[in-house]
C-alpha cells in the first residue's frame, strides 16, 4: 500500500507523520517542489527582523531526518504535473525527467500561491513574494543594500515584515487597498489602534488605495500610490494567497466556490484522493457558511484528519473559527470568531462588550495595557472576540476560541472563574469584565 502526498507544508507532513504513527508498513512519498522542508513560513519576519538568529533555525528537520526516523520517502525540488484518478497514477517532473508513481491513496497539499496583482513592474528585481524559506533568504540579502521598502498588504505577514525592515533600519511604507489594516482578523475600530501603534514606530501607512504600478528600469525604484511616486530600492507583495487547485482538477476533484470542497473526514469527490490545508475550502462554525482557513494550526488538523481516515480510523474535521494571533514589535493582536463587520454581513444581530485593563495587578511592575472587544449574538452567546494589548493576548484568544466553540453565555463568562496571582493578572479578569458590559447592555 502506498500514500503519494503532495506538498510538504504543515498539512502535508502532518498528513505522512500521523499516517506513520497508526500504520508501521505503509509505504509513504511525499512529492515538493520546496528544497527546504518541515519549517514555519510563519517565522520569516523575525528572521528578517533578527529576533531569530538565521533561516536555518526555523528548519526543524531535513528530508533524510523523515527517512531514517519515520521511514517517510521525500522528494524535494520536484514538480507533480499530472493526475491520474482512473488509474491512480501521479506524473512528477525532476530534473528535466518525467517519473510516474502508483498511489493507493493520493493527498493533495498543494497550499496556495502568493497572488500577485497583474500591475506594471510585477517582474523588477526588487519585487518579492513571502511564502518559503529560500524568499526570505533572497529579501534578507536583498534588504542589506536598500534603504527603502514599500509593503503591498496589511495583513499580518505584511504588517509583522514592515515592523521587520523597520527594525533594521529601512524607511517603509504600507499599502493596502481596503479602508483598514487586518481587513480579514479585525473591526475597523481594533485594527485603527494597530495603525495608530504602527505610525508611532516611524511606519508609514497608505489605506483605501491600491499599488497602480511599479517603477524603473531593471529594477525597482519605486512605486505608484494614488498617481504619486513613493521611492523604494524593494516591494514587498503581501497581497494574499490564492488556493493552488490545479490538480485537484486534473485529478477530477470536485471545486467548491474557492478551493477544493471535502467532507468532514478531508476526503474529496474521488473516495481514495484527500485534501488537505490552504488548497481546500471548510465551514465557518458560526455562519455554516464555506470559508477559508489559510492557518498552520488548520492545516495540522487537517492532516491528522486525513491520516487516520486514510489509515481506517473514524475521525472527522470541525468547522472553524479561524483564532489568529500576531506580535508585531511591542503589541500583540489576536482574533476569533465573527467580527462585528462579519456579523452584520451575514445579517446577525449582536451586542457588543468591551473592556480597557492592565494585564497585571496595577501595583505590580511591567503590567501592560490590554483591549478587549467581545460579540455576543442575540441569545448570549459569544461568537467573536478581538484583542489588542501588550501581552496575554494568545492564551485569551485560546480560551474565547473554546467559549465560542462550546457556546458559553455571557452571564456564564462574567461569572466564571478565572486564576490570579499580581505578577500575570488583575483579580478581574478582563474577559469577564467585557462580558458584563455585554449583559448591561442586553434588553
Request: proline share 5%.
Amino acid at each position: 500500500m502506498r500514500t503519494v502526498i503532495v506538498g510538504s507544508g504543515a498539512g502535508g507532513l502532518t498528513t505522512a507523520s500521523t499516517i506513520r504513527k497508526y500504520d508501521k508498513d505503509m509505504e509513504i512519498v511525499v512529492i515538493t517542489m520546496d528544497r527546504h522542508v518541515a519549517y514555519s513560513p510563519c517565522a520569516i519576519p523575525y528572521v528578517i527582523e533578527g529576533e531569530i538568529k538565521s533561516f536555518e533555525d526555523i528548519i526543524m528537520h531535513t528530508p533524510e531526518d523523515y527517512k531514517k526516523e519515520r521511514n517517510i520517502d521525500i522528494i524535494t525540488k520536484a514538480k507533480v504535473v499530472d493526475v491520474n484518478s482512473k488509474e491512480n497514477k501521479v506524473v512528477y517532473e525532476k530534473d528535466g525527467e518525467k517519473f510516474e508513481l502508483d498511489y493507493n491513496y493520493l493527498v493533495l497539499a498543494t497550499g496556495g500561491t502568493p497572488f500577485v496583482p497583474p500591475i506594471e513592474g510585477k517582474d523588477l528585481e526588487g519585487v518579492f513574494t513571502v511564502r518559503t524559506v529560500e524568499d526570505g533568504m533572497k529579501i534578507d540579502e536583498y534588504a542589506k543594500k536598500s534603504n527603502s521598502v514599500v509593503v503591498a498588504g496589511a495583513g499580518a505577514i505584511g504588517l509583522e515584515m514592515a515592523y521587520a525592515f523597520k527594525k533594521r533600519g529601512l524607511d517603509v511604507t504600507v499599502v493596502e487597498m481596503a479602508p483598514q489594516v487586518l481587513p480579514r482578523a479585525l473591526d475597523p475600530d481594533m485594527a485603527e489602534k494597530v495603525k495608530e501603534y504602527l505610525e508611532k514606530e516611524g511606519i508609514k501607512i497608505i489605506l483605501n488605495k491600491p499599488v497602480e504600478k511599479i517603477v524603473g528600469k531593471d529594477k525597482v525604484e519605486g512605486v505608484v500610490v494614488d498617481n504619486k511616486v513613493i521611492e523604494a530600492d524593494m516591494v514587498i507583495m503581501a497581497t494574499g494567497v490564492r488556493p493552488n487547485i490545479e490538480l485537484a482538477k486534473k485529478a477530477g476533484c470536485e471545486i467548491g466556490k474557492w478551493a477544493i470542497k471535502v467532507d468532514e473526514k478531508m476526503q474529496t469527490s474521488i473516495p481514495n484522493i484527500y485534501a488537505v490545508g490552504d488548497c481546500v475550502e471548510v465551514v465557518d462554525f458560526v455562519t455554516k457558511q464555506v470559508t477559508m482557513s489559510p492557518f498552520g494550526t488548520t492545516a495540522v488538523r487537517q492532516g491528522k484528519v486525513a491520516a487516520k481516515n486514510i489509515v481506517g480510523i473514524k475521525a472527522e474535521f470541525n468547522p472553524v473559527l479561524n483564532a489568529m494571533v500576531s506580535k508585531i514589535g511591542d503589541l500583540e493582536i489576536g482574533g476569533v470568531g465573527l467580527s462585528a463587520l462579519s456579523a452584520n454581513q451575514n445579517g446577525i444581530p449582536i451586542v457588543i462588550g468591551r473592556c480597557k485593563a492592565l494585564t497585571r495587578a496595577r501595583y505590580y511592575p511591567g503590567g501592560k495595557p490590554i483591549e478587549i472587544k467581545m460579540i455576543f449574538d442575540k441569545d448570549k452567546r459569544v461568537v467573536g472576540c478581538q484583542i489588542v494589548g501588550g501581552e496575554r493576548v494568545a492564551e485569551r484568544i485560546d480560551a474565547m476560541s473554546i467559549a465560542i466553540f462550546k457556546g458559553v453565555k455571557a452571564d456564564e463568562l462574567a461569572n466564571m472563574e478565572f486564576c490570579y496571582a499580581p505578577p500575570v493578572s488583575m483579580v478581574n479578569e478582563p474577559l469577564a469584565l467585557a462580558a458584563e458590559d455585554a449583559l448591561e447592555k442586553f434588553d
